[in-house]
């Protein structure tokens, strides 16, 4: 299994500092993926869903150590350089964005 996409969704929250959404092999994708700056420092939560109880349920998570250490370390290495980006140049993180492709009704019409 190889983490062949990550995408960083910062928040501006106390403790839940991104959303992080991930693609496995190309083929699966996870969503809701959390950053989180515990008491100990910073770590990964999976997406998981509130139960009837008042407790939490993991949905998805990796099933032994040496999977969710890849996990977290490609999601933590992914979040740091997002937060450096934003960091260093927040103003002009929007001027970067790529255009929006043209409809195609647009195009016919310029033709």
């Known amino acids: 299994m190889q983490i ?3 995408k960083v969704f910062p928040v501006n929250e106390d ?4 959303y992080v959404t991930i693609i496995l092999d190309n083929c699966f994708l996870i969503r809701e993926i959390k950053v989180i700056n515990g008491n100990s ?6 997406p998981s869903k509130k139960r009837k ?4 349920r993991d949905i998805a998570h990796p099933i032994n150590q040496e999977t969710r250490d890849i996990m977290e370390k490609t999601v933590l ?3 740091w350089k997002r937060a450096e980006e934003l960091k260093s140049a927040p103003e002009t ?8 492709e043209p409809e195609p009704e647009a195009e016919a019409e310029a033709e």
């Not at 403790?15 to 991104?18: I, S, Y």
């Not at 420092?41 to 999976?46: L, P, R």
């Not at 109880?53 to 939490?56: M, S, V």
């Open 4 to 6: 062949t996409d990550v």
């Open 15 to 18: 403790r839940l500092k991104a």
């Open 41 to 46: 420092g910073y770590f990964v939560a999976m």
């Open 53 to 56: 109880d008042g407790t939490y």
């Open 77 to 79: 290495d992914a979040y």
């Open 93 to 100: 993180a929007a001027a970067e964005a790529p255009a929006p």
